[in-house]
C-alpha cells in the first residue's frame, strides 16, 4: 500500500512542477511602461498618440483608446494609473487634461529610430 501512495505523490509533484514549468516560461503578455513620477516631456503626435519622455530620456509611444478632443488645446496633461504609478495601458490607465480623462490603449517604449520616424511625421504635418 505504501507505495502507491508514493507513486501518487510524486507524480503528483511531478505534474505540478511541469505546470509551473510551463507558467513561468511563458512570455508576460503586459507591454512597456512608465512611472507617471518620472514623466519629464511629452508631445501630442496626433489626437491619439503622444510621447512622453521619462527622467532617464527614455521615449514611450502612447496610443489612446479613441481620439482625445482636449489634447488639441492642451498645455499640461496629467497621468492617472491603475496601479502602483505604472502606466503599460491597463484598463484604468489615463491621461488628465483639466476635468477630463483619455483612456490609454497601449503604452510602447521607442528607440531612436521609431522616435524620429514619428516625430518627423508630426513636423511634416504640422507645416502643411
Partial sequence: MRGI???????GVLAASFTAGALVASPAVAGDCFYKQEVADWKKID????VVWDKSEDAY?????AVCSPLESAKRIGFSAQR???LCGAKYDRIKIGNEFCGIDSVHELDGEELASLLDQTDTASSN
Avoid at 5 to 11: D, E, F, I, N, P
Avoid at 47 to 50: E, N, R
Avoid at 61 to 65: C, E, G, I, S, Y
Fill in 5 to 11: 501512495y508514493r507513486r501518487k505523490l510524486v507524480s
Fill in 47 to 50: 489626437s491619439q498618440t503622444i
Fill in 61 to 65: 509611444r502612447v496610443d489612446l483608446r
Fill in 84 to 86: 502602483m504609478n505604472r
